[in-house]
């Protein structure tokens, strides 16, 4: 018998595999901040600076330097009362997606310059309506669905996902040689659209 399903979207973590997480380090460097994370997740991604659900990075928390975010699934409030990310639906008419709300802090950090340098990872393919300003960058389409690692209050799984896509906002010097950089690393795994 097969493991029970999970409606509880709030007691589950999607995780950037190795591999994506070893292409934003070849390309960055290193990752100053993750501002939608976890310590379980941080084993994996190995960025200098975290903030958990219960920092509430999007709402409360500053940003700053290179920043690596793939924005939590259906959430952009943490409730601390609950200890939890308070669930929104994507498909009402008057929300929009939560990888949305956290790519629009993403955006205006980035053209202020307190972000120098950022990579977006979404499974949200909706960004594509909800947010155009992704393709004022470059874009790798993910020709193959990542298999993302899965934490949830059961354990560790993997977590076969859709259509990603992965959105560079290159550092505003040099961005033709970060651009080609982009496309060096991220060509194989996608199409690049500049």
């Not at 928390?61 to 975010?69: F, I, N, R, S």
């Not at 960058?137 to 896509?165: R, V, W, Y």
Request: net charge neutral; proline share 5%.
């Amino acid at each position: 018998m097969g493991k029970p399903f999970r409606n509880k979207v709030e007691d589950r973590e999607l995780i950037t595999n190795t591999d994506l997480v070893c292409s934003v380090h070849s390309l960055m460097g290193n990752i100053d901040l993750d501002p939608a994370s976890s310590k379980v997740a941080n084993e994996f991604v190995g960025a200098d600076k975290i903030y958990t659900p219960q920092d509430d990075g999007l709402n409360v928390q500053e940003w700053a330097g290179k920043v690596y975010l793939f924005p939590p699934s259906g959430a952009y409030f943490f409730n601390k009362e609950l200890d939890k990310w308070k669930l929104t639906r994507a498909s009402s008419p008057s929300l929009i997606s939560s990888h949305s709300v956290w790519f629009k802090k993403l955006y205006k950090l980035w053209v202020a310059d307190v972000v120098t340098e950022a990579v977006y990872f979404t499974n949200c393919t909706d960004m594509l309506r909800y947010d155009q300003r992704i393709f004022d960058f470059p874009i790798c389409f993910l020709k193959t669905p990542p298999i993302l690692k899965m934490n949830s209050s059961e354990g560790m799984d993997t977590h076969k996902t859709g259509t990603c896509f992965v959105v560079y906002l290159q550092p505003k010097q040099n961005t033709g040689y970060a651009t080609e950089r982009f496309i060096n690393i991220y060509g194989e795994k996608g199409r690049v659209v500049c």
